[in-house]
């Protein structure tokens, strides 16, 4: 038995509870399988809120993670892409990502690793 399957049971007397259900178990948040191994964490910083966020933003707060994905950044783009978030073209897919709102109709969040010195480049995830 593998420990990714290990769903509760006894050691040496004592009932270990079932502690990881389907909502806890690693899955990949892009594609919804099982993740093997270590997941790619992304987690989105917390600045907006120091800044002036529009209205909208504190309506549509951002879960700031961190998100576990599969090692391909194809997975972190297929959730932004479900959420309606914007990633920036300057930006890579790093494990601590900025939100950005943008004036978009609808509004959206932008998500870039702020590396770069060039304005933004949002385009749909
Ligand atoms: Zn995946
Ligand atoms: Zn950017």
Avoid at 74 to 95: D, F, Q
């Amino acid at each position: 038995m593998s420990a990714t399957s290990f769903r509760g049971g006894r050691i040496m007397g004592i009932r270990i509870p079932t502690v990881f259900d389907e909502n806890d178990a690693k899955r990949c948040e892009g594609c919804g399988d099982p993740i093997a191994g270590i997941p790619f964490r992304v987690s989105i910083m917390d600045i907006v809120a120091r800044e002036a966020p529009p209205t909208w933003a504190e309506a549509a707060p951002l879960n700031p993670g961190p998100h576990q994905f599969h090692a391909d950044p194809e997975h972190v783009r297929a959730w932004a892409r479900r959420k309606g978030h914007y990633i920036c073209r300057l930006s890579g897919v790093r494990e601590l990502m900025r939100p950005v709102p943008l004036p978009t109709d609808p509004p959206a969040w932008g998500i870039c690793d702020g590396l770069h010195r060039e304005a933004h480049e949002f385009v749909p995830a």
